[in-house]
Structures are given as C-alpha cells and as structure tokens.
C-alpha cells in the first residue's frame, strides 16, 4: 500500500513536471510566459465534452465566430475598400432593432441668418419690411427687415452687419460726409412679430449735420445678401428673465441592406484535377472581396429607401454622401484641377472651424485629388510618411495644421464610381455603423435537399451607416 502510494505521487510529480515545461515551451514560442499563464489562469468558460464545433461556438460564444469573420473579412485586401476597413476597426457599432433605423439629430443654435428677399416694402413698419435699404435722403433711425429663420430670434438680441459701406471717414461717418469707408455696424432688436424684426443701429453713420438726426445713429445702405450674424442679448437693469428657447432634434431614416454572397462548386468540380490549387476556399475569398466592394460603394453613394413586393420588403441603405451638405471646390473650372495655397487652407479652416467636431478627421481621396494635393507646397512640407495607422487599419498619410489633424487615404473605388477626382472628410467620431445581422456564414446544404451536388455558403450582412452632426464631414470636388 505504501509502495503504490509513493509511485502515485511520483507519477503526480512527473506529470506536473510535463504540464511546467510544455506551458514554458508555449510560452518560448509565443514570446512570454505571462500570456500563456493567462491563458491557463483564465480558462474560465463553459466546459464542453467532445470535439469543437461551428454550432456549439455559436451557441455558448456567438460572438467568437462573428468577430472571427469579420476580421478574416477586414484582412482581406483591406486599403481596397477603405470605408469598410476602417468601420470595423472602429468598431462604432450598435446592434439595430430592425431594418428600418430611426434616428436623431440636433445641433446648437445657428448664429447666422439672411434677409427673406420676398420682402420689397420700405421697412417703415410691420406690414412694411424689407430686405434691402438705401437712405437716398429719407434717414431712418429704426427699420423693419424680414429673416429667413425667425425662431432663433429673440426681442433684445443684438445683431452685426459685416462689411457695409458708409459715407465719410471711419469713426465720422455722416450722411453726405465726403469719401466712403467699411464698417461693421451692430443693431439692437426692439421687437418681433413673425419673421419680421424692428431693428435699430446701435453704431455705424449719423444723421447728416443739421437734420433731426444729426446726433443719432441711422440705418445704413445693406443689400438683400448681408449676412445678420446673431450675438449676445441685452437686456435693462430691471430685466430679470428673457424668452425660453428649445430646440428639438429631427428624426432621420436609414435602411439596412442585406448584403449577401453565395458561393458555389459542384462535387465533380471538387474532383476535378486542376493545373492551378484553386478551390472552394478561393471562390470564397473571391466573393468576399466582391461583397465589400459592393457595400463600400452602396455605404457612399447608395439611394435610401424600401421596395414593397406583396409581402417582401427590401430595404435599400442611403450613402452617407447623400446627407453631407457641405460642398468643397477646386481648380477654375474646364477641367482645370490645379489647388491653391489659398484654396488648401481654406478647406481646412472651413472643416474644422465652426462646428462642433472632433480635432482630427479623415480624408478618403480620389488619385485625381490625391495628384492634385501633391503639387501643393504646403500640403507636402506638413505630410508625414506613408504608414500604417492601426486603429484604422490601413496606410495613411498624416497632415499636420493649425486647425487640427487630416488622415488621407485613398479610396481606389472612387476611379470606378467616377470620383476620381473628390474627396470626402469624415469626422470618424460622429459615424455609426448599424447592424441588424453581423457578418455571418450559413452553410447550405443542397445535397440533403435534393437541389443540386454541390458545396455552398452564404456570406450576409444586414447593415448601415448614419452620420450625426452632417456639418462636421464635407465632400471635395472640382469645379465644373
């Protein structure tokens, strides 16, 4: 009894020994022992008797499988179809409820406003207003102007008028004061009715010298196309509230798409001797690549909508080109592409100035637009070299400006969908990828149902991107 015992604690030792040095050699081969003791420590899951399967990965770990496949599909040819790479990289995904995605959007107060030009009165009153004025001898010291978008207005806010033309020297300008000169002029609201607003000039040019208005300000000439840049209110003394404002977001749609790819070979032609090693794996890899492609372009330029057939219902996903209103040129037009230093900076202070985006954004280039960048000094002295960026996981090129950080990358689908020469800025923190069915593989088995001798799968996804903030992404484009 004592001699067994001894060699069970032999053989205890000597397995330990075994399970030591195999964990150390694993560790040797992987580069460090800490991993591997991880991996030991935390084998923690669902205990499973008998061989490993598709099913039962399903079933216990649903999403081992799917993440699986959806990096096998990131990896292939992933610069190839950029938008697609970096979306699952990101991984800014939320699980959708359905195919038909509701969703959505606000923003801050606009600053900004115009005349209404349906308005050709005098501006003498409230049935009266204008959108453009010229004294032309008749001073006014208030006017009555009608905007395009009188829910951001409020009694006691004030207003600028950029730019204007008054008569006389800056600091003395009176009516009929010799020369002329710019002035930005601040007028002070009085009162509201409707989209018509009583304004009155707190600055700009007085009552010409010995009129009634000699000493008070009087409107000035302004055309139908000033810009009324809205800033703070101002209220008396004794004021103690102001009109409520609220803003409620706008409720967009988008559709995800069942993107499918099916793939196909016959019993025989698995047989068949070949002169090249192409199989089923091939077709496969193949398809894949023919799938994103096509998603890539659907997640661009596709028209959103909903197909109704009897009882089907096919969903089709608007490209996030489609809800992008901010419109970039270059060149002169007549097929001139040339950029300008002026032009360069422009873009860059019109992206990132004013909105409420992030600091670094990415620009997926047409070659047209990327041989036009090229020859632009500025752009080549801040470019940093070609490398791989592995949060995005594809090759970029960093630019560097006061404004805030550019990633291009190229887009070679936009040679095919006839943008070789745009571009698109995205600001990648206010895209959303919706997914109702994950990447996913079925294997169907057309044998048992007497369909045909054959191996398949079906590769689908049901999906969709929405942009929030549109005014954080633009699209580049030549003049025509």
Not at 12 to 31: D, F, K, Q, R, T
Not at 90 to 107: D, T
């Amino acid at each position: 009894m004592r001699k067994r015992t001894i060699v069970m604690i032999l053989w205890a030792v000597a397995a330990a020994v075994i399970v030591a040095a195999a964990m150390s050699v694993a560790a040797w081969l992987s580069g460090g022992e800490s991993d591997v003791m991880a991996a030991f420590a935390l084998a923690a899951g669902v205990p499973l008797a008998g061989t490993a399967t598709v099913a039962a990965a399903e079933q216990y770990a649903p999403e081992l499988t799917k993440e699986d496949i959806s990096k096998s599909v990131v990896e292939m040819m992933p610069s190839r179809t950029p938008l697609d790479t970096i979306m699952r990289h990101l991984k800014h995904n939320v699980k959708a409820q359905s195919q038909k995605i509701g969703y959505y959007q606000a923003s801050y107060k606009p600053v900004v406003d115009r005349m209404d030009s349906s308005a050709g009165g005098g501006g003498t009153s409230q049935g009266d207003a204008t959108s453009s004025y010229s004294y032309k001898g008749a001073e006014m010291t208030t006017i009555f102007i009608k905007v395009e978008s009188p829910d951001i207005w409020r009694v006691h806010d004030t207003l600028l008028m950029r730019n204007l033309t008054l008569p006389g020297t800056f600091h003395r300008a009176v009516i009929g004061g010799a020369g002329t000169h710019q002035d930005d002029v601040m007028f002070y609201v009085l009162s509201k009715s409707g989209g018509v607003l009583e304004i009155v000039p707190v600055n700009g040019v007085k009552g010409s010298a010995g009129g009634d208005n000699a000493d008070k300000y009087v409107v000035p000439d302004f055309t139908a196309d000033c810009e009324l840049i809205r800033m703070g209110q101002a209220k008396s003394e004794l004021a103690i509230s102001t009109e409520p404002f609220s803003i409620y977001p706008s409720l967009s749609w988008q559709y995800c798409q069942n993107f499918m790819a099916q793939i196909e070979e016959s019993t025989f032609e698995r047989l068949t001797r070949k002169e090249a090693n192409w199989g089923f794996s091939n077709l496969e890899a193949v398809n894949v690549l023919s799938m994103k492609m096509e998603m890539e372009l659907s997640m661009l330029f596709g028209q959103g909508g909903e197909y109704t057939q009897g009882n089907e219902h096919t969903y089709f996903t608007r490209g996030i080109t489609r809800d992008i209103e901010t419109v970039l040129t270059y060149g002169t037009g007549s097929g001139d592409r040339s950029i300008t230093k002026e032009q360069y900076n422009g873009w860059l202070k019109e992206v990132f100035d004013g909105n409420n985006g992030s600091t670094g954004r990415l620009l997926l280039a047409g070659s047209g637009l990327i041989r036009s960048l090229s020859c632009v000094d500025e752009f080549q002295k801040n470019m940093a070299p070609l490398g791989k960026d592995n949060a995005l996981g594809v090759d970029v090129r960093k630019v560097q400006s006061y404004f805030g950080s550019l990633d291009i990358v190229l887009a070679p689908l936009f040679l095919q969908a006839g943008w070789e020469d745009y571009g698109l800025i995205l600001d990648l923190e206010h895209i959303t990828k919706h997914e109702f069915v994950p990447m996913s593989v079925t294997k169907l088995d057309l044998k048992k149902s007497g369909q045909k001798n054959a191996d398949a799968r079906v590769i689908q996804e049901v999906s969709a991107l929405t942009l929030r903030y549109p005014g954080c992404h633009a699209i580049i484009k030549p003049k025509a």
